[in-house]
């Protein structure tokens, strides 16, 4: 079955600093990764995709197959960071989203 | 555009009672999707509908079932609601595809079982 894994439900880290959000999964397929994210009292949107291998917002994330990984990454956090972030699989085989729990990012000053 | 939509926004129930919730997708998009958020489950996919028919199921049981309209809008049903069914509904759409297009989403309608 297919599964995404964020292992931290929470992320604390000072203004400036870089920021690391993890998201393994499990799929034998042909992957798709996505990240969304949710700000407070706004919807949940996509952030980026892999097949698009851009930087959003500073964003980036690079689809490792090896280790089963599509971390996110910033290099310095901004306080608007703050927001729940989702790591969200799909592939050729199941035309569905499968999300993980979530990571909560919360950037103080 | 316009976003999303989805009615209603709150809804309190009974156990035992059922219940329909709507959602207008971007106008253009095809495709409809709905997902079940819980903090214990998280966000779980429900099933999606393109162009009237559905074309993918999540693992939920039978009393969780929806359609969806020629223009485009959806609904979903749940009859014999449960206490477990408490959760926040999202509805997203997308033009066509899964990979090759955004999924946007709806603002969620929050069901409260008793």
């Known amino acids: 079955a297919q599964r995404v894994t964020q292992p931290e439900k929470l992320l604390s880290v000072f203004k400036g600093a870089p920021v690391e959000l993890k998201c393994n999964y499990s799929?034998?397929?042909?992957?798709?990764l996505f990240w969304y994210v949710q700000y407070s009292r706004q919807r949940l949107q996509l952030l980026l995709r892999?097949?698009s291998r851009e930087s959003i917002k500073g964003f980036t994330a690079d689809l490792n197959k090896g280790e089963t990984s599509f971390h996110l990454k910033k290099p310095f956090a901004q306080e608007e960071d703050s927001a729940m972030y989702y790591c969200a699989l799909s592939g050729s085989g199941f035309q569905k989203l499968v999300f993980g729990t979530g990571t909560r990012l919360l950037v103080s000053p | 555009k316009a976003g999303v939509t989805q009615t209603p926004r709150y809804l309190i129930k009974t156990r035992g009672q059922q219940v329909t919730l709507s959602c207008s997708p971007i106008s253009g998009h095809r495709s409809v999707s709905w997902y079940q958020q819980t903090p214990g489950q998280g966000l779980q996919f429900l099933f999606e509908y393109f162009s009237e028919t559905q074309r993918n199921k999540g693992n939920f049981p039978g009393r969780f079932s929806g359609r969806q309209f020629s223009n485009s809008r959806s609904e979903m049903n749940v009859s014999t609601l449960e206490l477990g069914d408490s959760a926040l509904y999202l509805c997203?759409?997308?033009?066509?595809?899964?990979?090759?297009?955004?999924?946007?989403f709806g603002p969620g309608t929050r069901l409260t079982v008793t």
């Open positions: 892999h097949i």
């Open positions: 997203a759409s997308s033009p066509g595809g899964w990979t090759q297009y955004e999924q946007y």
């Open positions: 799929y034998s397929g042909s992957p798709e």
